[in-house]
């Protein structure tokens, strides 16, 4: 079994292999929408990938768990594309549970939506805690996503839980001031409407609407106003030049891994690209993690979405990400000796 988390400062020759393994387990078996209630009653939706015998019965064993957060509607958006927030069958047939939690404020979680906020950050924390009470949970958790799904695993990875052992990033922001509202100084009027408007636009994008509308209703109406008080002013003071929102100050700083980036010690694989909107973060947010734990870092070729989704690969010796993925779990998660930490660091 492999333990080493240490920094690796010398590979010279580090190489690309493939890596794959049989998969487990047949099927998958998707469990009912679950709720996390937080401490100030905030209530998350949660969603579980079980491995599944060949009839479809989700195994009782604990396993490892990938955890996935979410601003995009998981139990919506991210069963279609899972890139969004959904499971991947891939890691799931391997062997590994997967927990899919909208952060507060959106998809079917209750709360306003905060931008990665305290108040969300704290959801993250309230995620990881659930998970490790859960049966199916061996107590060891993985972290994984892309996008916005990155940030929310840079976060948690910073917060330090006993349980969270390794995280797998792809193109996250590290500077939320610098990469996503004000890039060069100006305010962003390109992706930030976008993005605000994609996040506010799945939040009430609710099953639960008709499937529990005494609760999904509620849920909606708290995402609208978390829109009305809080996404649209901050658009419109931005355009106006307020002080308060143009300004690189404590808001912006509470909301970017940049700030706590150097509390991350746990074995974590970041990939970024050559035309990504936040291009500079990633190698800065690698820079400083390799301080403390083992680290790697790709760089893919084209824009955002076009790494998010793994374009171009496999290259180069380079696999596809889910086995990537799998290669790395499987070292820092389950403990495998599966050559993880002899690939190149960059």
Known sequence: MSK????????????????????????????????IKMDDGTRLAAYVTLPADSEGNAITTPLPTVLIQTGYNGGFTGKAVSIFGG??????????????VDSVGTGQSSGAWSIFGPEEQAG?????????????????????????????????????????KTAFIGVPIGDVYRDLAFTGGQVNVTFLPLFLSLVSTLGVTNPSVLTDPSSGIPTILEHINGAVSNQIPLLLNGLAG????????????????????SKINIPTFLIGSLQDLFQ???????EAIKQNTTAKLLIMPGQHFQA??????????VPVFNEIALRWFDQYLKEMDVGADTIPNV
């Open 308 to 317: 998010s989704f793994g374009f171009g690969l496999p290259a180069d010796n």
């Open 124 to 164: 993250y924390a309230a995620a990881v805690d659930w998970v490790t009470d859960q049966s199916f949970s061996n107590g060891r958790i993985g972290l994984f996503g892309f996008s916005y799904l990155g940030i929310t695993a840079m976060h948690t990875a910073a917060q330090q839980h006993p349980a969270v």
């Open 242 to 261: 307020d002080d308060e929102v143009v300004l690189d100050n404590n808001y912006w700083k509470v909301r970017s891994p940049s700030e706590t980036v």
């Open 280 to 286: 500079r973060s990633t190698p800065m947010l690698y």
């Open 87 to 100: 499971a991947d069958p891939f890691l799931v047939k391997r062997g590994y549970a997967t927990v899919v």
């Open 4 to 35: 080493s988390v240490a920094p690796i400062n010398t590979n010279a020759s580090g190489e690309w292999t493939k890596y794959n393994r049989d998969e487990q387990f047949p099927k998958i078996a998707s469990l009912p929408v679950q709720f």
